[in-house]
């Protein structure tokens, strides 16, 4: 059986059915991990023999009549910044190059819990910090459409490992678009919850105000099915909210024909590529051919929202990062004389230079005479943005928006140029700003068949929305395509 093109639902049910064993459905992933990553360098570590024993439990346990839960016997991936327990996480960075953690992060545990095999964990860029997945400490990962280009970031290692079929699914992590982006220039889906959805327990932290996790799939109902699994309340996470979590399969075919959706003038700029444009901008035709009233909206404070995003997120990952000190865990600087030395050479060493220049510019945002000037007005821009969209959503029931205003751009292109490469997250800052919840599905290709992605917006908790318009529009555009990596080396030239 040829499970590249099925979705992570249908090989539940394959699984479920007695067609298919855990057994074969990880070996199936594993061989392709072998053929296939030493080109895309999607994983950091891959757990093989771990992944073969849990597979081989779950055949057992179904043997004897029982299921462990929805995804009994699925593999899956999962993004190199959740612990897990006896695995190595190292978030993509020298400083956790050896880190095993003594207990599993909320997410991973809910996976586990309903009968998942871990793979293994995926490469990402340094502690979250990039847009390309090349800051990685274990080498960038190649986009699989084209291995000369990047596949976004910072789970850029997810959905590569998702669109080259090394692992039907994923969980990443979104701080200013980290799965939607990546999501986008690797053509398949990404969904980012509302800010408090999904347990930030054990998932290692950088912007804390901003950071949530979310599935990266081949299809809006895989989306669906496993934010289903991996949301709700947990009391280890002070910023989890307490509410019900809808079914959100049942969402997935509904009729759309009456609701409104928003068009954002501020998300169709200079400086964005035709072809994205006309992409998103076929994306909403169909929208309005499915009875979906469109409305041009305005969100008059996005333009400030980069800059914005720029002070609050350093300032909480100087704050994060202050515990890698050598002292408890993670790296150590070999050659020290003192305590203050072996600070500054441990920081020194472990860190990458995008993850220095943000703990910088953050100390410096906070320092005395300027965090008034600095974080204090960010947050204040940062309660404008958020008011934006509630003011928005008085009128309309989602927000349809480009995720990227480019396509994948080449390896190396961008990495010496901060503030461009920063811009590549221009469309999707806002929403994590706001806490608000969105979705990137694929929609169509440029003219070098690189990947195309549109995002819809949904209000707080109200996931159930975005999937019932974004299944909407996948039925008309077509699901994501999964890609032998090396047949696509140099498509994109």
């Known amino acids: 059986m040829d499970l590249k093109n099925l979705t992570l639902e249908e090989i539940a049910r394959e699984i479920r059915e007695g067609r298919l064993s855990s057994r074969d459905a990880t070996e199936y992933y594993l061989e392709r991990i072998s053929s296939f990553d030493g080109a895309v360098n999607s ?56 880190f095993i953690p003594p207990y599993d992060s909320e997410v991973y545990r809910r996976l586990r819990e309903a009968g998942a095999v871990l793979l293994g964990k995926q490469n990402m860029d340094e502690f979250a910090m990039g847009s390309s997945t090349e800051t990685s400490y274990f080498g960038p990962t190649r986009n699989p459409h084209d291995l000369s280009r990047i596949p976004g970031g910072s789970s850029g290692g997810s959905a590569a490992a998702v669109a080259a079929g090394l692992s039907p699914t994923s969980v990443g992590t979104d701080t200013g678009g980290s799965i939607r982006q990546p999501a986008a220039l690797c053509g398949v889906v990404g969904m980012k919850p509302t800010y408090g959805r999904v347990s930030r327990f054990g998932m290692v932290a950088f912007a804390s105000s901003l950071d949530q996790a979310g599935p990266i799939t081949t299809s809006v109902r895989d989306a669906a099915f496993l934010l289903g699994v991996i949301s709700g ?33 501020e998300y169709f700029i200079e400086g964005m590529e035709e072809e994205v444009r006309k992409r998103v901008e076929e994306a909403v035709e169909r929208l309005s051919s499915l009875g979906c009233r469109i409305e041009r909206i305005r969100l008059p404070h996005t333009d400030y929202a980069l800059a914005c995003y720029y002070i609050v997120a350093p300032a909480e990952a100087s704050s994060n990062l202050a515990r890698y000190d050598g002292v408890k865990y993670g790296y150590r600087t070999e050659s020290y004389e003192g305590l203050i030395d072996m600070y500054m050479k441990t920081r020194a060493e472990g860190f990458g230079s995008e993850v220095k220049r943000r703990i910088m510019l953050g100390t410096y945002a906070l320092s005395a005479g300027y965090y008034e000037a600095f974080y204090g007005k960010a947050l204040r821009v940062r309660s404008l943005i958020k008011r934006d969209f509630l003011k928005a959503f008085e009128t309309v029931d989602v ?80 699901r994501a395509r999964v890609v032998d990596p090396e047949s696509t080396a140099g498509e994109g030239e």
């Open 399 to 478: 927000i349809v928006a480009p995720t990227s205003p480019t396509t994948a751009f080449g390896l190396g292109e961008r990495l010496h140029d901060p503030l461009t490469m920063y811009l590549s997250d221009i469309f999707t800052i806002p929403v994590n700003l706001a806490g608000l919840p969105a979705i990137s599905i694929p929609c169509g290709e440029d003219g070098k068949g690189l990947p195309v992605g549109v995002q819809i917006i949904g209000k707080h908790f109200r996931e159930e929305e975005i999937f019932q318009v974004a299944f909407a529009l996948e039925s008309e555009l077509g």
């Open 43 to 98: 994983y950091i570590t891959v757990t093989e023999e771990r992944a073969r024993e849990e597979a081989a439990a779950c055949d057992e346990e179904q043997a004897r009549g029982k299921l462990k839960g929805p995804l009994h016997g699925v593999p899956v991936g999962l993004k190199d910044i959740f612990c897990t327990k006896g695995v190595r996480t190292t978030c993509g960075s020298r400083m956790l190059e050896n």
């Open 233 to 265: 309340h947990d009391p280890k996470d002070s910023t989890s909210v307490n509410v019900d979590v809808p079914d959100y399969l049942s969402f997935c075919g509904r009729e759309v024909s009456g609701m409104t959706v928003g068009v954002p003038e």
